[in-house]
């Protein structure tokens, strides 16, 4: 039996939204791209996980047109690539930071420490994962960094598509 259902034909918006952001490994994945992490090896590395689960999560996510494949480096033995952001991938940023806002507001940290939005903007945290709060920006990949709970008081822009 499947472990994993196909909901990309479905009339239901949400549904077709789970089938691309349903696995937990691709939308962390997402978050690592959106950071600049874009190789295979740092991905595996700052994730954790498995070489083959991280080959389909990239797989699934080039095909479903969230990251762009790019050859990088010389002619070795095995092509090397790195991922960026696609625009559908960069579109996802309100849906991570909405996911980060949620779990900071109903979830409790380890450590003690959040993933906060800022608006690159005006500089400040934002309370919602769309628009700036403080200056009614929209927060795009070009207009947004994380302050992760690994990095505390360090702002990362996000890696835009290019």
């Not at 480096?73 to 625009?87: I, K, S």
Request: glycine residues 8%; aromatic residues 6%.
């Amino acid at each position: 039996m499947a472990l994993r259902s196909d909901w990309s034909q479905e009339n239901c918006p949400i549904a077709r939204a789970v089938d691309v952001f349903g696995d937990p490994w691709s939308v962390l994945v997402l978050r690592e791209v959106m950071v600049g992490n874009r190789r295979f090896e740092t991905l595996r590395r700052e994730l954790g996980v498995a070489e083959n689960i991280l080959s389909d999560r990239l797989r699934r996510l080039v095909e479903d047109g969230m990251l762009r494949k790019e050859p990088y480096g010389g002619g070795g033995e095995r092509p090397r690539h790195e991922y960026r952001l696609a625009p559908a991938g960069e579109d996802s940023l309100p849906i991570l930071n909405a996911l980060s806002t949620w779990a900071n507001k109903h979830t409790t940290s380890p450590t003690g420490k959040t993933m906060n939005v800022y608006c690159t903007t005006c500089g400040l945290l934002s309370d919602s994962g769309v628009w700036c709060t403080a200056c009614d920006v929209e927060l795009a990949v070009a207009t947004t960094a994380w302050e992760r709970p690994i990095a505390p008081g360090i702002h990362i822009a996000l890696a835009a598509h290019l």
